[in-house]
């Protein structure tokens, strides 16, 4: 079955480490996302990537990083920068950034500072 | 820019009684309209969306929405809510001006169904 896959669900991170959450799609979908969640603060955008090897910052992209080397993958990386890394991370794709397309979602990643 | 509203942070309804959750937009343009549910801890999956055509687009799980282009409106209606219903509803558009831009998310209303 066609999907996309993130990983670890639950990921648990020291102060002052970088950590990775990863995203795997085998829908043959151009854009991928990275989306951010607080409670009562709905999805926030981190970073989007319309094409392979090209990415844009989204709203709060900001102590995060990402690659986009190959198509089916988006990696997240939190970096010490970022101040308050806890929340709940998905990932999404689309055939393309505009259009009718929606968005297909992973299940989501928990980041946890411990 | 585009925008979304989803003016109620949680809808409570009864079980059997029908439920509503209201969602307007601000857009260039007509609109790509969309609605997402999300259980605890999983990813958001999609109910049904709104592209052109008939102002009633019927989805999943027994849910339909009415598309109001006066009102700028996409409310997500059901006639008999079931108390796995409860969950997170997410409202979500996208212009149509031929450029890529991606959706923007309402904030997401809670339903609760009490039995």
């Known amino acids: 079955d066609g999907g996309i896959t993130q990983s670890p669900k639950y990921l648990f991170r020291k102060e002052g480490q970088n950590v990775t959450l990863s995203c795997e799609q085998n829908l043959n979908h151009d854009a991928m996302y990275w989306y951010r969640q607080d409670p009562g603060q709905g999805l926030r955008l981190i970073y989007y990537s319309q094409i392979v090897n090209d990415f844009q910052k989204g709203d709060i992209a900001e102590g995060y990083s990402v690659s986009r080397e190959k198509k089916e993958s988006f990696p997240l990386t939190v970096t010490s920068a970022q101040k308050n890394p806890t929340a709940f991370y998905l990932c999404a794709s689309s055939t393309s950034r505009g259009g009718s397309y929606g968005y297909t979602f992973g299940s989501g990643t928990r980041l946890t500072v411990v | 820019a585009q925008s979304v509203a989803q003016p109620e942070d949680q809808v409570n309804v009864a079980e059997g009684n029908p439920l509503t959750v209201k969602c307007t937009y601000s857009v260039s343009g007509n609109p790509y309209l969309f609605w997402y549910v999300q259980y605890p801890n999983r990813g958001l999956q999609f109910l049904l969306k709104?592209?052109?055509?008939?102002?009633l687009v019927k989805g999943s799980y027994g849910f339909e929405a009415e598309f109001n282009k006066s009102q700028t409106s996409f409310h997500l209606k059901k006639p008999s809510a079931l108390v796995s219903d409860s969950a997170l509803y997410f409202c979500?558009?996208?212009?149509?001006?031929?450029?890529?831009?991606?959706?923007?998310f309402g904030k997401g209303t809670h339903l609760i169904i009490q039995p």
């Open positions: 709104y592209i052109t055509g008939d102002n």
């Open positions: 979500a558009v996208r212009g149509r001006r031929g450029g890529a831009d991606g959706l923007t």
